[in-house]
T-cell receptor
Framework: DAKTTQPTSMDCAEGRAANLPCNHSTISGNEYVYWYRQIHSQGPQYIIHGLKNNETNEMASLIITEDRKSSTLILPHATLRDTAVYYCIVRVSSGYALNFGKGTSLLVTP | EAGVAQSPRYKIIEKRQSVAFWCNPISGHATLYWYQQILGQGPKLLIQFQNNGVVDDSQLPKDRFSAERLKGVDSTLKIQPAKLEDSAVYLC??????????????FGPGTRLTVL
C-alpha cells in the first residue's frame, strides 16, 4: 500500500470547518483513500472513502485532487466530540487489512 | 445491530505469564482482524481470518502469539509467554466483504494489556 503523510496535530475552533490534509503521492490507480478516526480509549471508526471523485456523507466530505496525490477530509462544523486522531489510509481494495500510520491528532476547542 | 465485542477490557499480568483475549464479531461478518496498538502509534495488523481460515499472519510473532477462529465466528488471541513489549491495546475488527469490493471495518473497544 502507498504511504501517507499527515500533520502530527491540528487545532480547530468549535463550529468551524476542520480541514485535515493527507499526502499520498505514490498512490496507485487502483488504490482507494480511506479515513478513519479514533476517539480516546475507543476503537477506530470508519468515516469515509473514495477513489477519484469527491465524496460526502453524514459525517464528512472527502476532496481528492485530480492527480490523486493528496486529499483533504473536511468536517464542516466541528464539535468537541470530533476531538480524535484521524488516520488517512490508502489500500488496494476491500478484504485487506488497514495500514495505519500515526495520523493527525485533532483538537477541537470551545 | 450489535457491534464487535471484546473481553476483557483490561488485563494486567507479569512477564512470562500467559493471557488470552476474546472477540465476537458482528453477526454475518466473514472477515476478522486482530490489530496491536502500542501507545502513540497507529494499529498494526497481527492476523486476518476469512471465515475460519488464516489469510495473513505475516506480522504475528508466532513464537509467542497464537490465534484461532475455529467455527468462523468468534476468535481468541493468546500470548504465551508475555514480554514487557507486549503492553498495548489489542483491537479486533470485522467486515463483511472479501477481496471483491470496498468494505468497512468495524472495530471493537479493544483490550488494554499491561505487562509488568
Amino acid at each position: 500500500d502507498a504511504k501517507t503523510t499527515q500533520p502530527t496535530s491540528m487545532d480547530c475552533a468549535e463550529g468551524r470547518a476542520a480541514n485535515l490534509p493527507c499526502n499520498h503521492s505514490t498512490i496507485s490507480g487502483n488504490e482507494y483513500v480511506y479515513w478513519y478516526r479514533q476517539i480516546h480509549s475507543q476503537g477506530p471508526q470508519y468515516i469515509i472513502h473514495g477513489l477519484k471523485n469527491n465524496e460526502t456523507n453524514e459525517m464528512a466530505s472527502l476532496i481528492i485532487t485530480e492527480d490523486r496525490k493528496s486529499s483533504t477530509l473536511i468536517l464542516p462544523h466541528a464539535t468537541l466530540r470530533d476531538t480524535a486522531v484521524y488516520y488517512c489510509i490508502v489500500r488496494v481494495s476491500s478484504g485487506y487489512a488497514l495500514n495505519f500510520g500515526k495520523g493527525t491528532s485533532l483538537l477541537v476547542t470551545p | 445491530e450489535a457491534g464487535v465485542a471484546q473481553s476483557p477490557r483490561y488485563k494486567i499480568i507479569e512477564k512470562r505469564q500467559s493471557v488470552a483475549f476474546w472477540c465476537n464479531p458482528i453477526s454475518g461478518h466473514a472477515t476478522l482482524y486482530w490489530y496491536q496498538q502500542i501507545l502513540g502509534q497507529g494499529p498494526k495488523l497481527l492476523i486476518q481470518f476469512q471465515n475460519n481460515g488464516v489469510v495473513d499472519d505475516s506480522q504475528l510473532p508466532k513464537d509467542r502469539f497464537s490465534a484461532e477462529r475455529l467455527k468462523g465466528v468468534d476468535s481468541t488471541l493468546k500470548i504465551q509467554p508475555a514480554k514487557l513489549e507486549d503492553s498495548a491495546v489489542y483491537l479486533c475488527a470485522s467486515s463483511t466483504r472479501d477481496r471483491e469490493s470496498t468494505d468497512t471495518q468495524y472495530f471493537g473497544p479493544g483490550t488494554r494489556l499491561t505487562v509488568l
